[in-house]
Nanobody, 120 residues
């Protein structure tokens, strides 16, 4: 079975850089031919796709997030890392990592999510 677990700071100040870790178990992120995405959810904006990375380490970022987002892998720890710079209170949301074999069909596995609150 594939399991994903998000971790990172729950509280952040404006202008800081958010760093979240998605630890994957059950499959190798280097051999499993899937994409690993970061998504966030808030009551105001709903579900927003931030970006993803493939097993070949190719990346894509949604245009809204591209200028301040970086997604990369730590293959030795089977982890996917999200970094979001220059955060503001508008970035307050529950952040999820998710696995997909084909993004147009949605996500087949999710982490439990982690709440990130950004203070002004």
């Amino acid at each position: 079975q594939v399991q994903l677990q998000e971790s990172g700071p729950g509280l952040l100040k404006s202008s800081q850089t958010l760093s979240l870790t998605c630890t994957v178990s059950g499959v190798s992120i280097t051999t499993d031919e899937c994409s690993w995405s970061w998504v966030r959810q808030s009551p105001e904006k709903g579900l927003e796709r931030i970006g993803y990375i493939t097993h070949k380490s190719l990346t894509y970022y949604s245009p809204f997030f591209e200028s301040r987002t970086s997604i990369f892998r730590d293959t030795s720890k089977n982890q996917i890392i999200l970094r979001l710079s220059s955060v503001t209170p508008e970035d307050t949301a529950v952040y999820y990592c998710a696995r997909s074999s084909n993004l147009k069909y949605g996500f087949g596995a999710w982490g439990q999510g982690t709440l990130v609150t950004v203070s002004s």
